[in-house]
């Protein structure tokens, strides 16, 4: 018997051209989010998200806006289905869309957050030339000891016990690839990220963002809410603020969040977002693990069933 439902949020990488258009026919609670995010942002949200270009749709702050757009949106349809988690953390940014579903802030407001967010980063990023890359096949412990040797690149995230996401400057990374590779990993090879996110480089852009979110605007979480950085609960309000600002400089540990959030077997994982990143790295984590991804409404539904037989 299930015990524990646990929502996870995808991040950038996990848009699709083409996400959320049989939302929009179907809800109109989408329909009103999608309309209100166009007015919001002064772009055709809606658009880039049914039609593309696929390039204009994978640019770095295209792709954060629109997840969240359409992780916020599958939130809320799981909830008119009587679906609701019992805790909530997501991938990167993904972290803004769990924050709405355990009640920190609106749509509008996390909206906000992910762009503001995703500005700072950008405009810090111009200034250390930085990049990311993937190493596939080593350990973590041994890509952050290559990382040591080589400075001005770090760890940036475990997407898996054999994944390990680095960034740093460009120069560094490109370094600790052609090193990885003479140590035996399997691959190496660059992301197409437009800076350095999650690295101690980009410290100022936690600082800059602290500045600018409005305590007024933030509730106290409803759902627990995990961070991916501490793997601690977010207390209130306050402690929300500061987890969403150290966030962008530091590391997402999702290989030991899987493990704490999902760590008995009557736990049923749902992927609240586009496409299915996050259900392909729970599996390599952890295959005894329920994971049921939701990207469409065909697949909400295969989800409502589901749930509705345990």
């Known amino acids: 018997m299930v015990k524990k439902v646990v929502f996870l949020y995808p991040g950038q990488g996990a848009q699709q051209v083409g996400m959320g258009s049989d939302l929009y026919q179907t809800y109109p609670r989408a329909r009103q989010y999608f309309e209100k995010a166009d007015r919001q942002l002064g772009l055709s949200l809606t658009r880039l998200c049914f039609e593309g270009p696929g390039e204009d749709l994978d640019k770095d702050l295209h792709a954060q806006l629109t997840v969240y757009t359409v992780s916020c949106i599958l939130t809320d349809v799981l909830r008119n289905y009587r679906i609701f988690p019992d805790a909530v953390s997501g991938y990167s940014s993904g972290f803004y869309a769990a924050a709405y579903a355990a009640g920190c802030f609106d749509f509008s407001y996390g909206l906000n957050l992910v762009k503001r967010a995703g500005e700072i980063l950008l405009d810090e990023g111009r200034k250390i030339n930085g990049s990311m890359a993937v190493v596939f096949g ?65 410290k100022k852009s936690g600082l800059r963002f602290l500045r600018e979110i409005e305590d007024k605007q933030l509730k106290n979480p409803q759902t627990p809410l995990m961070s991916y950085r501490s793997l601690k609960w977010v207390t209130d309000k306050r402690d929300l603020k500061k987890v969403m600002a150290s966030q962008l400089s530091g590391p997402v540990r999702w290989v030991d969040l899987i493990k704490r959030l999902c760590d008995k ?22 295959r005894n693990i329920k994971i049921i991804d939701t990207a469409t409404n065909a697949k909400v539904m295969d989800a409502v069933g589901k749930y509705r037989k345990i």
């Open 138 to 202: 080593l350990s973590h412990q041994k890509v952050a000891q290559i990382c040591q040797q080589v400075e001005n690149v770090e760890v940036a995230i475990l997407n898996t016990p054999r994944q390990i996401i680095i960034s740093g400057i460009d120069s560094a990374v490109k370094n600790v690839m052609a090193i990885s590779l003479e140590a035996g990993a399997l691959d190496a090879y660059p992301l197409s990220a437009d800076t350095a996110y999650h690295c101690g480089l980009m």
């Open 265 to 286: 077997r009557n736990v049923m994982v749902f992927e609240v977002g586009p496409g299915h990143v996050i259900s392909r790295t729970v599996r390599w984590i952890d």
